[in-house]
């Protein structure tokens, strides 16, 4: 069983940039396709971006095209969100997450392990 620490978050100016990382333990992230998630107050958790087990294949949802980057070190056992312009819209509980499936990485109820959140903030 995997589990999966984030770390990077906090407090920063509207177009400015933060780099979110997401350490797993326990296991090899190389049998896993990963995402990034994200939870506002009021409102429900939804899907960032995701990746593939190689990180061949990525997936950004159309508010943060342009905007930010995921990418995965499997070496490292470590998953990336690079996240730039922000916006006050994108404060945020941001959350990774890691899946077996292959074909259905953009389904959240696929994601079997998750890590416990890090705070991103955005001022205007």
């Known amino acids: 069983q995997v589990q999966l620490v984030e770390s990077g978050g906090g407090l920063v100016q509207a177009g400015g940039s933060l780099r979110l990382s997401c350490a797993a333990s326990?296991?090899?992230?190389?049998?896993?396709?990963m995402g990034w998630f994200r939870q506002a107050p009021g409102k429900e958790r939804e899907l960032v971006a995701a990746?593939?087990?190689?990180?061949?294949?990525?997936h950004h949802t159309d508010s943060v095209k342009g905007r930010f980057s995921i990418s995965r070190v499997n070496a490292k056992n470590t998953l990336y969100l690079q996240m730039s312009s922000l916006k006050p819209e994108d404060t945020a509980i941001y959350y990774c997450a890691a899946t077996r499936t292959v074909s259905s990485i953009l389904i959240q109820r696929e994601y079997d392990y998750w890590g416990q959140g890090t705070q991103v903030t955005v001022s205007s």
């Open positions: 990746i593939s087990r190689s990180g061949g294949t990525t």
């Open positions: 326990g296991g090899s992230v190389s049998d896993y396709a």
